[in-house]
């Protein structure tokens, strides 16, 4: 088992990174917060022509005919750049739901625990929830400004696609944990005190090696997930990302110091949105629940084997 990118991999994540470099860099994220609309149709229509919702799908559908490892690469750098919108459950929607595929409709999902689904208002299907348009939703104050969210009387989580949405969501914390830590790095490496960097200082220091490995750590476990498709590895690799997407945030706002909590800063947007993902199609309590189950499986499965 090889969990090093092969060189296919590797040119598809840059491509991505190049466009989403291109198409939606911090002017368009700035623009998106002034303006209030979080999903860019234009943007989703060109991810869509670019493979991104149907990379998953088959050839002989008009898929590209790739699997979940290429789906996280890609996933990682829209967590990286902060795209905004149901990705994941567009993703999930391809050759389901028409135009999900090409990116010319908007897919979201009831992926929170509880009633509250994201970007309700925009979604022109709710995955799993046909004739949504008639379904009363009121809507509700979100932490993140780019994903808006609705209360729904009658919202069921999508459960076969639940592991799966997990992992691509922990791909996006994933992406976003490394976009902090860049982002910590540089600004260290920028703001000066006392005649030196920041950077140079070992509590600094400290703060950006603890970033590093946690963003690589939640890497590895989602690359791994998606090679084996484990449930488990998968629950285990959600917890990583969630916690690898906001201590980082919160160790990049304390690197930044009072300029995080200005408008200047992204990494409040980073933060904000890494807590909404963590709610998303698996929470912390019920990873850890499935790990647990896991674990103790395992455990009476090697104590039954034991020879007597």
């Known amino acids: 088992m ?157 459960g076969d696609h639940r592991d799966e949405g997990a992992l691509l969501t922990a791909a996006l914390q994933a992406g976003s944990a490394l976009r902090t830590l860049e982002l910590a790095v540089r600004y260290a490496g920028e703001r000066e005190q006392f005649g030196r960097p920041i950077g140079s200082f070992q509590a600094v220091k400290h703060l950006c090696a603890e970033m590093l490995v946690r963003a690589e750590l939640a890497r590895t476990a989602v690359y791994a997930a998606a090679v084996t498709g484990d449930p488990a590895e998968t629950a285990a690799a959600k917890l990583l990302a969630d916690e690898a997407a906001v201590r980082n945030a919160r160790d990049c706002l304390q690197v930044h110091g009072g300029m995080g909590f200005t408008w200047e800063a992204d990494v409040h947007l980073h933060l904000k949105r890494a807590w909404v993902r963590a709610e998303q199609w698996r929470t912390a309590a019920e990873a850890e629940e499935l790990l647990a189950a896991d674990l103790l499986e395992g455990a009476v499965q090697r104590v039954q084997r034991r020879p007597e």
Do not use: I, K
């Open 2 to 158: 090889d969990f090093q990118p092969t060189e296919e991999q590797r040119d598809l994540r840059a491509g991505v990174r190049n466009l989403l470099a291109g198409r939606y860099g911090r002017e368009a994220l700035r623009a998106s917060v002034e303006s209030g609309v979080c999903v860019d149709r234009d943007l989703w229509r060109e991810l869509g022509e670019a493979g991104f919702f149907a990379l998953r799908l088959p050839e002989a559908e008009g898929g590209v005919g790739l699997g979940l490892p290429e789906a996280v690469l890609v996933f990682e750098e829209a967590g990286r750049a902060l795209v905004p919108g149901p990705l994941v459950a567009t993703h999930l929607a391809a050759g389901a739901v028409p135009g999900a595929a090409a990116g010319t409709a908007v897919v979201t999902a009831s992926d929170l625990d509880g009633s509250l689904v994201a970007h309700w208002g925009e979604a022109d299907a709710v995955l799993g929830l046909p004739g949504f348009a008639s379904t009363p939703a009121e809507p509700v104050r979100s932490a993140d400004p780019l994903t808006p969210l609705h209360r729904v009387a009658s919202a069921p989580m999508p």
